[in-house]
């Protein structure tokens, strides 16, 4: 190894040269993109302050940007906002992939042009690859075209015959397919897969490139559906890091990549003195007392006590801080709260932020200061991007400055002393405030700010809090205390509601609060129809807390076990320890009696995994997914299938299989499956079943149905496939309905099938936790409903209001309905006749 000779860049133009931070663009300025300097030019033409490769170079003429032969690049954008010139005033004289010299013109400009039409002619030289640089020049002063003005160190390289080795690799370009970009989760998702690696790795789009570990970074490329991005890395684990983090890309770093909504925003209007409109955010109603909440002032010190000390007290509470956000993830019931919150904790690592805050340290700043100055500058740079995700996501950023600006001060959080009835009114909420929210109290929130992607709105949604986002600003202007009535399903805050409105939501409230204490209270009571029928209503879950939690519900045992909730928002596997004492847990937590359905990885599609490279796919969701890509991997399948197994004996266990649309894959299963418990000398082999997701596996339920123990439906899928819609498409999300008669004939085909051979038939999806659907699942001949674990005691009451013949009767008939909407109506008509007609079962 020898070290790399230092690298001189020449000024690219004659003029007045200013320190970076002096630029009024905080992209520029907060070295977001890299480190540099600016030139206000006296001429006009851009010339190549190094050798190297135009690497790309814009149509519109104002920035392109230079690789050089050891890696180095360089970004040269002339002006600020020069881009809404659309290339007037420019004039390209090199081509993207040209090798050019160094003093080579590379682009002409008109400066009286530029001047006169964009914010500023200043020009940036910046190295976006992050190599340590001097400056040969006063920060300050006229420089001349061609004058040395920069020495970098590029580091240390291989020596070999190979030109190329110790360069940085570069994939091929490929298209994001994230329908609103690389926001928050995401972006953190992608980060902590690159932190993964030891290579230096960089994300590049167009000419903006981004350190892949720093989730500001990679938010600040502002990206969107449609860009052209690369990966490069420079290491030795480089080639690893490219293909792991591409196919990651290609399959929407954890996000569904349905298309995205044509048409314009939603539009905020004031239609009386009377009603506000904004936009639902959660669905719902609420009548209530209005209470306006606003965080109070903090009062700053800028002046630190050393930097020593300041450093350690950004340390303690940047910790405290990653605790709670790790005590607020376990108590997150749902998927989506765990990741908000895990997007939150990501930000508290990111390197971008910590550098600024460190920066300021250096400079005599306090540590509250400098962490405020820090998280407030990026989250201005988000709100001023132009981009409402990105506005949005400056909430995340602000939530978690204030989370450790706190900490740093020693002020500690009060709840708010709320009324009762309270509809929260302010500028903003934070996703902190709205998950620790007291439920009893609160009825509902109305927020100027926001919208309807945003993670408070996901927060009021798995709290079941009606919500809207983007109110007019005279919100806030109502007195505490006025009577209002929200109707979030229509976006609407009712400042003098009609009475008669009031009482009947009233008390169709009071209803729904009755009829699920009630069901609360006869959980415990077995689910049998009126004419003695019994129906197995199980839980489907992720945690060994969902467990125990299913169970004071009275949940009759676990019929989807997600075992993947081992695997994902982590850098490697679990180890086999770790996945069998999670197994044993749960399987003890159930007792003998119980039934444990655990179903095998299922991930792909929807679902990557940082630490399982797949190969991009034009549609993942029709490729490797679930016992695909575990058959692909054997050695994956059989360590889960040895850490399920070692839960044998202590619960009455059972495998499922994800995904299967071929018996060949249920006997190469099963094969390694017996092959693994022989090896651990056990006489007896769990059920073995599968799940009914792909159409073909239906409609040859007869010919699987000798070789499996059990089938259990997963309706989401099989609803998305047998209608040819993706389930997470927003135009299509309410056609892609379970309710669907091909649907409801593909259950009852497997359902027949199974029972001719004496196997039993569950429903895992999310159709069994529907009360609606209960019915017509009984009338089919479904056995088991497995179902959201706060569910389970109103599913189980639904089933002793019904009677099986009757099920049988509106199965039948609904059977031969046309559409799902046809189907829904049909089984409200027989809800509501139920209702009226059932007894009040006493306990």
């Not at 033409?45 to 230079?66: F, K, M």
């Not at 209530?288 to 909440?293: A, D, E, L, T, Y």
């Not at 998950?435 to 109290?441: C, R």
């Not at 109305?446 to 992607?453: E, P």
């Amino acid at each position: 190894m020898t070290a790399t000779q230092p690298l001189e860049l020449l000024a690219p133009l004659s003029g007045v040269l200013l320190a970076l931070d002096k630029v009024p663009d905080p992209v520029f300025s907060s070295r977001l993109i890299g480190d540099g300097l600016c030139i206000d030019p006296t001429s006009q033409t851009l010339c190549a302050p190094l050798a190297g490769v135009i690497s790309d170079i814009q149509d519109t003429g104002h920035a392109v940007s230079i690789t050089a032969d050891n890696g180095v690049q360089v970004l040269l954008h002339i002006g600020l906002d020069t881009v809404n010139l659309a290339g007037k005033g420019f004039s390209r004289l090199v081509g993207e992939g040209q090798r050019v010299e160094a003093g080579q013109p590379l682009i002409e400009f008109d400066a009286d042009y530029v001047a006169l039409n964009a914010r500023s002619l200043l020009t940036l030289m910046l190295v976006v690859s992050g190599e340590p640089f001097a400056l040969l020049a006063s920060d300050s002063g006229p420089v001349t075209l061609g004058q040395p003005l920069v020495r970098l160190s590029p580091g240390e390289t291989a020596e070999t015959e190979d030109e190329e080795e110790g360069d940085a690799l570069f994939s091929k370009p490929l298209t994001l397919p994230n329908a609103n970009g690389l926001h928050a989760r995401p972006a953190a998702v992608f980060a902590q897969a690159a932190k993964g690696f030891d290579a230096s790795i960089y994300l590049h789009k167009q000419t903006q490139s981004a350190n892949a570990k720093s989730l500001v970074a990679i938010m600040a490329l502002q990206t969107v559906q449609g860009d052209t991005l690369q990966v490069s890395a420079a290491g030795e684990d480089a080639a690893a890091a490219i293909k792991a983090l591409v196919a990651l890309l290609a399959e929407g770093c954890g996000e569904s990549v349905a298309a995205p909504v044509e048409g314009v925003e939603p539009r905020v209007s004031l239609a009386s003195t009377s009603l506000l409109r904004g936009v639902c955010a959660s669905p719902g109603s609420a009548f209530g007392q209005v209470v306006q909440v606003a965080e109070p002032a903090l009062s700053i010190p800028e002046t630190g006590g050393g930097e020593a000390l300041e450093r350690a007290a950004l340390d303690r509470g940047l910790h405290a801080a990653t605790e709670a956000l790790q005590s607020l993830q376990a108590k997150a019931v749902g998927s989506a709260q765990a990741q908000i919150f895990r997007a939150h904790q990501e930000l508290l690592e990111d390197p971008t932020l910590l550098e600024q805050a460190h920066d300021l340290l250096a400079v005599g700043k306090s540590a509250a200061f400098a962490w405020n100055s820090a998280t407030l500058a990026t989250a201005q740079l988000f709100q001023g991007l132009g981009n409402a995700l990105l506005a949005e996501r400056a909430a995340d950023l602000a939530d978690v400055g204030q989370r450790v600006l706190k900490l740093i001060l020693g002020i500690h959080d009060r709840a708010w002393e709320l009324p009762e009835r309270a509809i929260l009114i302010a500028e903003q909420l934070t996703p902190s405030q709205t998950a620790s929210l007291d439920t009893h109290k609160v009825l509902g929130f109305v927020t100027v700010g926001g919208g309807a992607t945003s993670h408070v709105a996901i927060l009021a949604r798995a709290l079941g809090l009606p919500a809207i986002c983007g109110v007019p600003p005279q919100v806030l202007t109502l007195a505490d205390g006025r009577q209002v009535l929200l109707d979030a399903d229509k976006g609407e805050l009712h400042l003098d509601p009609d009475l008669a409105e009031i009482e009947q939501l009233q008390a169709t409230h009071r209803e729904q609060i009755a009829r699920r204490q009630r069901d609360v209270a006869q959980a415990r009571l077995a689910a049998i129809t009126r004419d003695g029928h019994h129906v197995e209503v199980t839980a489907n879950v992720a945690s060994l807390q969902e467990v125990e939690q299913s169970l004071s519900l009275g949940g009759e045992g676990v019929g989807l076990l997600r075992s993947e909730f081992l695997y994902l928002d982590r850098h490697r596997a679990p180890s086999p320890e770790e996945q069998a004492g999670t197994y044993n847990a749960i399987a003890r937590a159930l007792g003998p009696e119980r039934n444990l359905v655990v179903r095998t990885l299922d991930v792909g599609g929807d679902k990557p995994l940082a630490y399982v490279p797949m190969d991009a796919e034009t549609n993942p969701f029709l490729g490797l997914r679930g016992i695909r890509l575990c058959l692909e991997r054997p050695e994956l399948l059989r360590e889960q299938f040895r850490a399920i197994l070692a839960s044998a004996g202590l619960t009455r266990l059972h495998i499922m299989l994800p995904m299967v649309s071929l018996l060949s894959e249920l006997r190469l299963a099963r094969t390694m499956l017996e092959e693994e418990a022989l090896a651990l000398g056990l006489t007896e082999l769990p059920k073995l079943g599968i799940m009914i997701e792909v159409p073909s596996a239906a409609l040859m339920a007869d010919v699987f149905a000798p070789h499996v123990d059990f089938f259990s439906i997963g309706t989401n899928d099989l609803t998305q496939y047998t209608l040819a819609m993706d389930r997470d498409h927003p135009r299509l999300a309410s056609q892609a309905d379970s309710f669907h008669p091909a649907v409801l004939r593909l259950i009852a085909t497997t359902v027949k099938a199974a029972h001719a051979h004496g196997k039993w038939v569950g429903v895992c999806g999310a159709l069994a936790s529907e009360a609606l659907a209960v019915p017509v699942l009984i009338g089919l001949g479904v056995d088991e409903l497995s179902v959201s674990v706060p569910l389970i005691p109103t599913i189980k009451a639904t089933v002793r209001e019904l009677d099986l013949a009757d099920c049988q009767i509106i199965a039948h008939q609904v059977l031969g309905l046309e559409e799902a909407a046809q189907v829904r109506e049909a089984l409200r008509l027989y809800h509501a006749a139920t209702v009226e007609t059932s007894p009040v079962v006493e306990h």
